[in-house]
């Protein structure tokens, strides 16, 4: 069993809809972060956290350490959304575990 | 600030030859990674260092594959003899500093690496 789980693996959706993307871990961290990876390459930062939730314009991100469940959510949905999405659990130290990613798009 | 740089962008080289792949990281920024990906392995991180110090290399494949930080503000990985199951995205990567959210992380746009 991987250590990292993200659920869906692929999700289509229409611009607008309220999209969920799970993401359950086996091991203790200190952090979680989200990624998110444009068509281009490029990585980009969307949260960190340790506990309770997090908000950054439409997306929001939760965590529950007990359950170690994250979720990132996005609301009113819009094509430019489109990208990877990456869980990354923080380990020891600084070290990250990589979930495989779950590739949105979003239709307009 | 001009963000985490890489260069080359891209490279393709013949296996046995020496790669070498160099990052700067954002000023004030006192880690910095080194991560690669591939189809079908994903994203992993090879090695990471904390004030120029390496802490965790335990991710770098083998011996062929080597990092430095002399100062603050330059890094490299360097491959020596590549091949070609080493061609991946590599992604460096910074964090920590004043004025930033402590552990987030930075991402460079890669390094194309191809082996031919």
């Known amino acids: 069993k991987n250590e990292v789980e993200q659920s869906p693996q692929n999700l289509t959706a229409q611009e607008g809809e309220f999209i969920t993307i799970n993401c359950s871990y086996s091991v203790g961290i200190s952090a979680l972060h989200w990624l998110q990876q444009h068509p281009g390459g490029g990585i980009v930062s969307l949260f960190m956290?340790?506990?309770g939730k997090k908000k950054h314009g439409r997306l929001i991100a939760t965590i529950n350490i007990q359950e170690k469940h994250s979720s990132l959510h996005i609301t009113a949905s819009h094509p430019r959304d489109s990208a990877v999405y990456i869980c990354?659990?923080?380990?020891?130290?600084?070290?990250?575990?990589f979930g495989e990613g779950t590739q949105l798009t979003v239709n307009p | 600030d001009a963000g985490v740089i890489q260069s080359p962008r891209h490279e393709v080289t013949e296996m046995g030859q020496e790669v070498t792949l160099r990052c700067k990281p954002i000023s004030g920024h006192n880690s910095l990674f080194w991560y690669r990906q591939t189809m079908m392995r994903g994203l992993e991180l090879l090695i990471y260092?904390?004030?120029?110090?390496?802490?965790?290399d335990s991710g770098m494949p083998e011996d062929r594959f080597s990092a430095k930080m002399p100062n603050a503000s330059f890094s490299t990985l360097k491959i020596q003899p590549s091949e070609p199951r080493d061609s991946a995205v590599y992604f460096c990567?910074?964090?920590?500093?004043?004025?930033?959210?402590?552990?987030?992380?930075?991402f460079g746009e890669g390094s194309r690496l191809t082996v031919l």
């Open positions: 956290l340790s506990s």
């Open positions: 260092f904390n004030n120029n110090v390496p802490i965790d």
């Open positions: 990567a910074s964090s920590g500093g004043s004025g930033s959210v402590a552990g987030e992380l930075f």
């Open positions: 990354a659990p923080q380990t020891s130290g600084s070290r990250l575990t």
